[in-house]
Nanobody, 118 residues
Framework: QVQLVESGGGLVQPGGSLRLSCAVS????????MGWYRQLPGTERELVAK?????????MYDDSVKGRFTISRDHAKNTLYLQMNSLKPEDTAVYYCAAGNPKYMTYWGQGTQVTVSS
């Protein structure tokens, strides 16, 4: 069974930064696609950013985070990161990492809370 463990969430003021980490119990080269999602209570889980192997590594971002968030992988550490800058109150959510293939995510972490508030 593959385990994904997120860390790095917390409380930050608007305009601040956080870096989320997702440690994976398997070599992450096994996953063509990895991503970060977020969810508010009573809402659907939404894609924040995705990283896909191939062609030097392709990334995609939701429009709401473009230019502020950066997704990256460290294959030596089997870890996925999400660098979040210029945070806004509307970024407040539980953030989940996921791993799988381009069609669906097979494995999910338990989530880490990010709260942006003054």
């Amino acid at each position: 069974q593959v385990q994904l463990v997120e860390s790095g969430g917390g409380l930050v003021q608007p305009g601040g930064s956080l870096r989320l980490s997702c440690a994976v119990s398997r070599n992450i080269l096994a996953f063509a696609t990895m991503g970060w999602y977020r969810q508010l209570p009573g809402t659907e889980r939404e894609l924040v950013a995705k990283h896909q192997l191939g062609n030097g590594g392709m990334t995609m971002y939701d429009d709401s985070v473009k230019g502020r968030f950066t997704i990256s992988r460290d294959h030596a550490k089997n870890t996925l990161y999400l660098q979040m800058n210029s945070l806004k109150p509307e970024d407040t959510a539980v953030y989940y990492c996921a791993a799988g293939n381009p069609k669906y995510m097979t494995y999910w972490g338990q989530g880490t809370q990010v709260t942006v508030s003054s």
